[in-house]
Nanobody, 127 residues
Framework: VQLQASGGGLVQAGGSLRLSCAAS????????MGWFRQAPGKEREFAAT????????YYADPVKGRFTISRDNAKNTVYLQMNSLKPEDTAVYYC?????????????????????WGQGTLVTVSS
């Protein structure tokens, strides 16, 4: 299983970016996809998650209302639309796939719930 994240870059505060995460692999099966981020000198933190089936979503408070996670099941691709970006959003963004099932999406705020990780894409927001 491979997860390929893309779409990062440099943007001014208030701007927008859309990240993509393409999943591939002959036997790829996951129930949820998530986006995490890691700022310099900080721990990796949860940003958003989505179920492949039904499209239910859950967001971390710092990004709620500004970021939107979506998926294209036919393309095995998940997106993170980031609007109203702030300098504190600067981080390497990672996508991840979870193969288990939890009744509540709140569990998927945990790194341990994900089995596969992409390589990360850098987002830099200038003030």
């Amino acid at each position: 299983v491979q997860l390929q994240a893309s779409g990062g870059g440099l943007v001014q505060a208030g701007g927008s970016l859309r990240l993509s995460c393409a999943a591939s692999g002959r036997t790829f099966r996951s129930s949820v996809m998530g986006w995490f981020r890691q700022a310099p000198g900080k721990e990796r933190e949860f940003a958003a998650t989505i179920r492949w089936s039904g499209g239910s979503t859950y967001y971390a408070d710092p990004v709620k209302g500004r970021f939107t996670i979506s998926r294209d099941n036919a393309k095995n691709t998940v997106y993170l639309q980031m609007n109203s970006l702030k300098p504190e959003d600067t981080a390497v963004y990672y996508c991840a796939a979870g193969t288990g099932f939890r009744g509540s999406l709140h569990y998927y705020t945990r790194i341990s719930e994900y089995d596969y990780w992409g390589q990360g894409t850098l987002v830099t927001v200038s003030s």
